[in-house]
């Protein structure tokens, strides 16, 4: 799902552009990204519009290409026997002689380079020597000439050396492309495509399993879409069944035993309050080869993926994302029932009780101290009976709690935000009875006519 995102299409389809303009391309992204259908979706791209057909050539594991020349690779991973006038292997030919001979066919191919994670150094040099020399070959005497031959596509580690690009060689790094929105837009579909599956047993529930299960994939899912189904089809209700499900995660094996940079594990800010800017690059070798293992990401509270982490450090990622999604709805409880006492005791009513400024600033802006306020020294009146102040006493206690355990960096948990759901929709049903009562001309006492 992740190359369907916005960003992720965003990315393949960039990719895409550079290869028809002629251009080759080394790409970073982790490997279980390129598990993921990337080179299927950029086949696809590439046979929908009719730029050529993609081949592959997996480079773990074989010895002749050790070394690193890009030559030897060509030899074995281009099918010349397409090739009008094939090139003599009998001595090392030139990359030019090679070019020529595959662009004399005079269309456009691509070649994807997958496993160099398993090559020396020393051979990741020879390579990138290869392929800016290749994309030195690439390039089109007019920008009117229709570009043919074969281009490269490398699936690059982050040790692969830095490489002089321009318009026939680009580097894209996959760091940060992923933001909350794309998770945002697959949860969505996520939740559609299985909704019809299992129905919760009430609407309050269903409402709390939503809040919950959103907090969970914006605190642990980051960049993992693998997570992010297995909550949805899972529902998870606590950090034990979260657990369960990450011992089955395919990272595990990768994770066991990993050192985690304590960097890693702090909490950030949320890209929508840093102005959606991703994280900087992975610094030093270690991150590096996290962030390459699938380990480390850009996106979310904690850039460790969740299989490297422990209990504690589990709770206080899907709190301090529990905080994103509660507190917004916290803030709008505490607006509706000041709008509710209003509507009965008029707004001045906070003066005419709260003389002290600073303590009537903390019951209007928190609803901690509203709260208790509201249960002590707000009287029934009017459409704010005695049995809607009650339900409105229990919604505020109940988001309160949710504000007290996420401002204290602890989980909510879903039994709490079940009951803060539950009293929410009793006080908006009593709420909406107590001003349909009072809309009617003379209430429930009968009678014709206008009330003065």
Not at 219 to 242: I, N, Y
Not at 259 to 279: F, I, K, N, Q, T
């Amino acid at each position: 799902m992740i190359w369907r995102t916005p960003n992720g299409r965003a990315f393949v389809e960039s990719v895409d552009g550079d290869l028809a303009r002629g251009g080759n391309a080394v790409l970073e992204l982790p490997k279980p990204l390129v598990q993921v259908r990337f080179l299927e979706e950029l086949k696809l791209i590439l046979r929908q519009k009719g730029r050529g057909f993609l081949s592959v050539f997996d480079l773990s594991g074989r010895s002749a290409r050790a070394s690193g020349e890009l030559w030897a690779i060509l030899r074995d991973g281009v099918a010349w026997d397409t090739v009008a006038a094939p090139p003599n292997f009998c001595s090392p030919p030139a990359l030019s002689t090679l070019f020529r001979a595959i662009a004399a066919n005079d269309r456009l191919s691509f070649l994807a380079l997958a496993g160099l994670d398993s090559l020396e150094p020393q051979a990741l040099g020879s390579l990138a020597r290869g392929v800016s020399e290749w994309a030195r070959l690439a390039r089109q005497p007019s920008e009117f000439q229709r570009p043919s031959g074969l281009r490269l596509v490398l699936l690059a580690p982050p040790a692969f050396p830095e490489t002089r690009t321009d318009l026939f060689l680009s580097k894209r790094v996959f760091w940060g492309v992923i933001r909350q929105s794309d998770m945002d837009w697959a949860l969505a579909r996520l939740l559609e495509e299985t909704s019809a599956q299992v129905a919760p047993a009430s609407v309050a529930e269903g409402q709390a399993e939503h809040l919950f299960l959103k907090a969970l994939c914006l605190g642990l899912c980051h960049e993992d879409f693998w997570l992010m189904e297995r909550f949805v089809r899972a529902l998870p209700r606590s950090l034990g069944e979260v657990s369960k499900i990450l011992e089955e995660h395919p990272l595990q094996r990768v994770a066991r035993g990993r050192e985690l940079p304590r960097a890693a594990v702090a909490p950030l800010h949320h890209p929508s309050l840093s102005g959606g800017r991703p994280r900087p690059r992975p610094s030093g070798k270690e991150e590096k080869e996290l962030w390459a293992e699938g380990l480390l990401t850009a996106g979310g509270q904690s850039g460790a993926h969740p299989t490297l982490l422990d209990e504690t450090e589990l709770e206080r990622a899907v709190a301090a994302a529990q905080r994103e999604v509660l507190l917004p709805v916290a803030d709008h409880v505490h607006e509706l029932l000041k709008a509710t006492v209003e509507m009965a005791h008029g707004p001045g009513i906070w003066e005419h009780l709260v003389k002290d400024d600073e303590r009537r600033a903390d019951i209007l802006s928190e609803i901690s101290p509203f709260a208790f306020f509201l249960k002590n020294e707000i009287k029934p009146k009017g459409s704010f009976a005695v049995h809607l102040k009650a339900a409105a006493v229990d919604c505020a206690f109940s988001w309160r709690a949710i504000r007290h355990a996420n401002s204290h960096n602890r989980l909510a948990s879903f039994a709490l935000i079940l009951q803060a759901v539950e009293d929410l929709r009793e006080f908006g049903a009593r709420r909406e009875r107590a001003w349909r009562q009072e809309r009617t001309p003379m209430g429930r006492r009968g009678g014709a006519g206008p009330r003065n």
